[in-house]
């Protein structure tokens, strides 16, 4: 019996983009905050490109409170949400084309979040990374961590648990 042939690695890579593009896109709060996420394998990094209706405190100025607990919240959720669908987004059971037509997996819902805030953040663009320090079937925990200038220098950080969603759920079932 003859093997497949690979698929081209830009092949892989697009479809993928696609699939991130998805996710993210399926939630307008993310595109309204002006997050984005690179994508390296299956690693993600959350970007919150500056923009001024960010500031909190104009005397400083600060990126606000809220929006910085913003920022590592959808980091987080995104960050699991790519962790929990990237074996059946690769074996091909999680089709992308559905998904960039709506049909998405539900996202993981918040159970706690604690943020501390290190620092200020300045009026700059910021970055976020998450990392799953347990990942059940019906319980996670994540914790971020945002910094500006200096991965070393991080000027927020956050633990979150979630309640992760059964797998024959998706974004059009009825909600809870």
Same mark, same amino acid.
Not at 3 to 12: C, D, F, L
């Given at each position: 019996?003859?093997? $497949?042939?690979?698929?081209?690695?830009?092949?892989? $890579?697009?479809? &993928?983009?696609?699939? #991130?593009?998805?996710?993210?896109? @399926?939630?307008?709060?993310?595109?309204? /905050? @002006? +997050?984005?996420?690179?994508?390296?394998?299956?690693?993600?990094?959350?970007?919150?490109?500056?923009?001024? $209706?960010? +500031?909190?405190?104009?005397?400083?100025?600060? +990126?606000?409170?809220?929006?910085?607990?913003?920022? #590592?919240?959808?980091?987080?959720?995104?960050? #699991? !949400?790519?962790?929990?669908?990237?074996?059946?987004?690769? !074996?091909? !059971?999680?089709?992308?084309?559905? /998904?960039?037509?709506?049909?998405?997996?539900?996202?993981?819902?918040?159970?706690?979040?604690?943020?501390?805030?290190?620092?200020? @953040?300045?009026? =700059?663009?910021?970055?976020? =990374?998450?990392?799953?320090? &347990?990942?059940?079937?019906?319980?996670?925990?994540?914790?971020?961590?945002?910094?500006?200038?200096?991965?070393?220098?991080?000027?927020?950080?956050?633990?979150?648990?979630? #309640? /992760?969603? =059964?797998?024959?759920?998706?974004?059009? !079932?009825?909600?809870?």
């Amino acid at each position: 019996m003859a093997r $497949k042939a690979p698929e081209p690695v830009q092949v892989v $890579k697009q479809r &993928r983009d696609a699939a #991130l593009n998805a996710l993210v896109s @399926g939630v307008p709060y993310i595109n309204f /905050m @002006g +997050i984005s996420f690179d994508r390296r394998g299956d690693e993600l990094t959350g970007l919150l490109s500056f923009d001024d $209706k960010l +500031i909190g405190n104009p005397m400083l100025p600060a +990126i606000h409170g809220g929006v910085t607990a913003a920022f #590592l919240e959808v980091t987080a959720v995104i960050s #699991l !949400s790519w962790a929990y669908i990237w074996e059946d987004f690769e !074996s091909g !059971s999680l089709d992308v084309e559905a /998904m960039a037509a709506g049909d998405l997996p539900r996202l993981p819902k918040t159970i706690d979040f604690t943020v501390d805030y290190l620092r200020s @953040g300045l009026p =700059r663009d910021a970055y976020a =990374r998450a990392t799953i320090t &347990r990942a059940g079937r019906r319980y996670a925990s994540v914790q971020a961590v945002a910094w500006q200038d200096n991965r070393d220098r991080p000027f927020a950080q956050a633990t979150a648990h979630f #309640l /992760m969603p =059964r797998p024959d759920q998706t974004s059009d !079932s009825s909600s809870d």
